[in-house]
């Protein structure tokens, strides 16, 4: 028998038009452009209009990717879509998409926070590589913007708004994943997270008042695991693929902070050449980011047929997870 793998098809992607820069914060909050940029290489990010859900920044980038697969909804056997900033808590956002795009398969949502492509990613190889499904939709869609703080300069000058898209295809050579690898560390959820919302905190008029529902984060001990598990999980799946760190042609690492990534290229030894940065322009856009970063290093030429592409994030939960693809 054969084997069965999957490869990325098509990709797309959607920023909102709206651009808020460091200098608009500057009027905003208690902080400078100089501050922002020192600390976290961010010069701008995009930001939805009101109104606009991770529902309306998804199917944009969903749209383009079938068309970049040259694909119509209905051959879609599966929508996941990864989010933490889903329209509502159910109906899925994915269920929202499939009935935008006019597709008839099963759709649901994931959340692993920053992680979310990733994880996304590797459920769909996986349900591929079972037999069961041939070509699923993978959307990582996020409205950070309307559970920031925009009174705390600790975070708001940190996330943005944006959706990416991938068609995964049963044995399409382009893209093709080869391993993956995840992780999670629920012992270490609260240095990141949106308290209120939930059954274990349900709004109220306190929690409303308390602003438990904007998106808290504790920057410094989110900086040192994140570079740790970055690190660790990108080394432990190149090992277990009979590969080498060296053999990388390009790393997509989450885009959430400058120095986060430096300080994990560093540690891997990886070249400034080798390593994707988009953080300067969208800041941090959670599960969207790696998608996002994957679409535009391919649009500017920076993949080629051949090369090893390897995708690492880490986010709230705390989740961690890496991909390596063969383009």
Not at 191 to 203: D, E, F, R, T, W
Not at 214 to 237: I, N, P, Y
């Amino acid at each position: 028998m054969s084997e069965i793998y999957s490869g990325i098809r098509g990709l797309g992607a959607y920023l909102p038009e709206k651009v808020l820069t460091n200098f608009d914060l500057e009027k905003m909050v208690d902080t400078t452009n100089d501050w922002i940029f020192s600390r976290t290489g961010i010069q701008e990010r995009r930001i939805a209009e009101k109104g606009q859900s991770a529902s309306a920044l998804g199917i944009k980038a969903a749209m383009e990717a079938l068309e970049d697969a040259e694909m119509a909804p209905s051959e879609l056997n599966l929508i996941i879509v990864a989010t933490v900033t889903p329209d509502m808590l159910f109906p899925s956002t994915a269920c929202a998409i499939q009935n935008q795009l006019g597709a008839k398969c099963g759709a649901f949502d994931l959340a692993a926070a920053c992680s979310g492509f990733t994880y996304a990613l590797t459920v769909a190889d996986g349900l591929i590589r079972s037999g069961l499904y041939q070509n699923i939709l993978v959307v990582g869609t996020e409205v950070l913007s309307s559970f920031i703080d925009w009174k705390d300069r600790s975070t708001c000058v940190l996330f943005g708004d944006g959706a990416g898209a991938a068609v995964i295809s049963r044995n399409f050579t382009h893209g093709k994943i080869i391993a993956s690898s995840l992780g999670s560390d629920g012992s270490q959820g609260d240095i990141l997270k949106i308290p209120a919302g939930g059954s274990a905190m349900p709004p109220s008029p306190e929690t409303i008042q308390n602003g438990l529902h904007f998106l808290k984060m504790q920057g410094a001990d989110v900086f040192k695991v994140a570079v740790r598990t970055m690190e660790d999980v990108l080394r432990e799946l190149v090992q277990r693929s009979a590969l080498k760190i060296s053999d990388i042609n390009l790393l997509i690492p989450h885009q959430a902070n400058r120095r986060i990534l430096q300080a994990v290229a560093e540690r891997l030894e990886l070249p400034e050449e080798k390593v994707y940065i988009n953080v300067h322009r969208y800041g941090n856009i959670s599960s969207a980011s790696t998608v996002v970063a994957l679409y535009e290093a391919q649009k500017e030429g920076r993949i080629k047929s051949g090369d090893l592409i390897a995708i690492v994030a880490f986010g709230g939960g705390l989740t961690w997870g890496a991909t390596l693809i063969r383009w």
